[in-house]
């Protein structure tokens, strides 16, 4: 029996891609496993490509709910956020999705873990260091240290020699997504003088916004959206309520050059309509809450251990718990297109 490798497949290029460039380069069954933190197709389209690709299983897991309730509302109760409009979409989904790709590992007592990060990001860090602590055990293959593919165009041309077609290789940048945010990267958008408010680069705002204002009535408990205009909702429901309220008047996008923990400089378009309505929502609910001495002393402790720990998400759960909103209150939100 062969031993097994653990692939955190989320259906796209890079790690479709990798499927057959490991049955090339080691000896081992191929386990596709897929964690769900939103916005991914289907479970039975990313089943088959995964197969298809040469997989020898599939696993898919749905964690989206844990992702909202556990992570996301956390986060955004610490109000954190990197070079001020950088929501954490990516960042935030990386800890559970590592913590997933773990224990799956160990319960099948794999022998390796692959991903498809690059070592010019941050997601590398993140998935790596999580894996040598909850995993120690288990061997790390990163491809793209390894490989001499160097560009989304080369991958496709690698998978055509395995008689895989991927699509027409039109969109050089780099799309994720989850319940929480969207972003893109890379490619032609690493032109800075590239325009980000088209409808090739972003997907979920409208670009025909609505011209007739709205106001949200948001009622918030201990720091988390419990209700919309008085209808109760589950964690999930609200963001993806907020999203396409924000989405339809245009709000949410940011455009940032970014430092990446190498030194990296890179471009980002995220697309956070709902988390942004939800973060100015908490923050205003801090700023009427909260003294000016207990604003000040969360945000020195959040910059520190920000510090410490760069973007790898892992110090935001213990802000949030500095930041405690241990109240019930109600903002009252207008938007309306500029």
Not at 1 to 22: F, H, N
Not at 130 to 150: E, G, H, M, Q, T
Request: glycine letters at 6%; aromatic letters at 10%; a neutral charge.
């Amino acid at each position: 029996m062969k031993e097994k490798c653990v692939l955190a497949y989320s259906g796209g290029l890079d790690t479709s891609a990798i499927i057959p460039w490991l049955k090339d380069n080691y000896q081992f069954d191929i386990i596709a496993y897929c964690c769900n933190v939103g916005n991914l197709p289907p479970e039975s389209e990313l089943r088959a490509r995964a197969l298809e690709l040469g997989a020898s299983e599939f696993f898919y897991e749905d964690a989206e709910d844990e992702f909202v309730t556990d992570y996301v509302y956390p986060m955004l109760r610490a109000g954190a956020t990197y070079y001020d409009d950088y929501l954490l979409g990516t960042a935030i989904a990386r800890p559970l999705i590592a913590a997933k790709v773990a224990n799956f590992a160990k319960a099948i007592k794999a022998k390796a873990i692959s991903h498809g990060a690059t070592g010019k990001g941050n997601d590398h860090l993140r998935f790596e260091s999580a894996w040598a602590y909850l995993c120690p055990d288990v061997a790390i293959i990163a491809p793209w240290k390894i490989w001499s593919y160097r560009s989304r165009e080369e991958l496709i041309s690698f998978l055509k020699t395995k008689n895989y077609s991927w699509g027409d290789g039109k969109k050089t940048y780099s799309v994720d997504l989850n319940t929480f945010h969207r972003s893109c990267e890379g490619g032609n958008l690493e032109n800075i003088e590239s325009p980000v408010l088209s409808e090739d680069v972003c997907d979920w705002i409208s670009f025909s916004h609505e011209t007739v204002p709205v106001i949200l009535k948001l009622e918030l408990e201990c720091g988390r959206i419990t209700k919309i205009d008085d209808q109760s909702l589950t964690p999930k429901d609200t963001i993806e309520k907020l999203n396409s309220i924000g989405s339809s008047y245009g709000i949410g996008v940011s455009d940032i050059v970014e430092e990446r923990i190498n030194g990296i400089k890179s471009r980002g378009i995220y697309e956070t309509p709902g988390g942004t309505i939800a973060h100015l929502a908490i923050k205003t609910l801090k700023q009427i809450c909260f003294s000016r001495l207990t604003l000040q002393k969360i945000f020195c402790s959040a910059l520190s251990k920000n510090k410490k720990r760069s973007i790898a998400a892992f110090f935001i759960l213990s802000c949030a718990s500095e930041s405690s909103l241990e109240c019930k209150e109600t903002v009252r939100a207008q938007y309306k297109s500029k």
